[in-house]
């Protein structure tokens, strides 16, 4: 299972920075393809970054590109997603999942888990 951190709510003004922690459980995170995903209020579960088993690929949707990053670090089975001039339409919760290696877009397991919801203050 893969699933974040923290599942208590962040609250940031905008322009502010934040980062998010995914891990796994039963297997070690360096099993996995990871992507980010998050769920607006209203909206369907949308790709944000995704990454490699060995970080040397990425990729980032362009509604966040040059802002979030990704990264990970298998020794700490930890993938971290970094967002740096965050907006109010940033707003929404945030989820990690095993992706395909193939389409980073496409999640491999059912259960999502809780999440952690960002709220981005104007």
């Known amino acids: 299972q893969v699933q974040t951190v923290d599942p208590g709510g962040r609250l940031v003004q905008a322009g502010g920075s934040l980062r998010l922690s995914c891990s796994a459980s039963?297997?070690?995170?360096?099993?996995?393809?990871i992507g980010w995903f998050r769920q607006a209020p209203g909206k369907e579960r949308e790709f944000v970054a995704g990454?490699?088993?060995?970080?040397?690929?990425?990729y980032l949707s362009h509604s966040v590109k040059g802002r979030f990053t990704i990264s990970r670090d298998n020794a700490k089975n930890t993938v971290y997603l970094q967002m740096n001039s965050l907006k109010p339409e940033d707003t929404a919760v945030y989820y990690c999942?095993?992706?395909?290696?193939?389409?980073?877009?496409?999640?491999?397991?059912?259960?999502w888990g809780q999440g952690t919801q960002v709220t981005v203050s104007s």
């Open positions: 039963g297997r070690p995170i360096r099993s996995y393809v």
């Open positions: 999942n095993a992706v395909s290696n193939s389409d980073y877009e496409r999640p491999i397991f059912d259960s």
């Open positions: 990454i490699s088993w060995s970080g040397g690929g990425i």
